[in-house]
T-cell receptor
Framework: KQEVTQIPAALSVPEGENLVLNCSFTDSAIYNLQWFRQDPGKGLTSLLLIQSSQREQTSGRLNASLDKSSGRSTLYIAASQPGDSATYLCAVRNAGNMLTFGGGTRLMVKP | GAVVSQHPSWVICKSGTSVKIECRSLDFQATTMFWYRQFPKQSLMLMATSNEGSKATYEQGVEKDKFLINHASLTLSTLTVTSAHPEDSSFYIC?????????????FGEGSRLTVL
């Protein structure tokens, strides 16, 4: 059974800092890995999708890496802004359509 | 990206009543949709996989007679919480995969917050 862990569970940083969110998974036989953002009381917004054959994806100030063999992914956020404050979730897709979610990292960027 | 819409976004009901939540893929067809449940400050837990034209597949521990799922068309899946009780109060989120996209990316609705009094 796939298990996904995110560290840290919560993070508070001053505006402008670069930061890294971590995601680890136990079963490396994944199809893809997806990073999401969730604002309080809202649904999920897809940020980045990394296929199992890829090592990283970039979108604006966000960069996600994937090391499938070690079961790890990181989400790098450059020059953080207060608007980046949210919960960040990583989810792993194994064979089939099922996504397994991590517990999330609650990020607070202080002005 | 593809758009998934949920309705209602929030609902309050009395204990014992039934509540229906709709999940629509607005600009794509989805043969498969997924229903998740999220408790406060917790991550998403998959409840069931909704398959167009066939019965839903429920995860272990999810009562299929309590959480009725219907996927009548390629753009609509519904989740009905029957005889709701306060412990059913939660945030319900659906997702769908755009089968035109080879990436397998999943898109999520905005969620529906259910409060059972």
């Amino acid at each position: 059974k796939q298990e996904v862990t995110q560290i840290p569970a919560a993070l508070s940083v001053p505006e402008g800092e670069n930061l890294v969110l971590n995601c680890s998974f136990t079963d490396s036989a994944i199809y893809n890995l997806q990073w999401f953002r969730q604002d309080p009381g809202k649904g999920l917004t897809s940020l980045l999708l990394i296929q199992s054959s890829q090592r990283e994806q970039t979108s604006g100030r966000l960069n996600a890496s994937l090391d499938k063999s070690s079961g790890r992914s990181t989400l790098y956020i450059a020059a953080s802004q207060p608007g980046d404050s949210a919960t960040y979730l990583c989810a792993v897709r194994n064979a089939g359509n099922m996504l397994t979610f991590g517990g999330g990292t609650r990020l607070m960027v202080k002005p | 990206g593809a758009v998934v819409s949920q309705h209602p976004s929030w609902v309050i009901c009395k204990s014992g009543t039934s509540v229906k939540i709709e999940c629509r893929s607005l600009d794509f067809q989805a043969t498969t949709m997924f229903w998740y449940r999220q408790f406060p400050k917790q991550s998403l837990m998959l409840m069931a996989t909704s398959n167009e034209g066939s019965k839903a597949t429920y995860e272990q521990g999810v009562e299929k007679d309590k959480f009725l799922i219907n996927h009548a068309s390629l753009t609509l899946s519904t989740l009905t919480v029957t005889s709701a009780h306060p412990e059913d109060s939660s945030f319900y989120i659906c997702s769908a995969r755009d089968r035109r996209r080879e990436t397998g990316e999943l898109f999520f609705g905005e969620g529906s917050r259910l409060t059972v009094l």
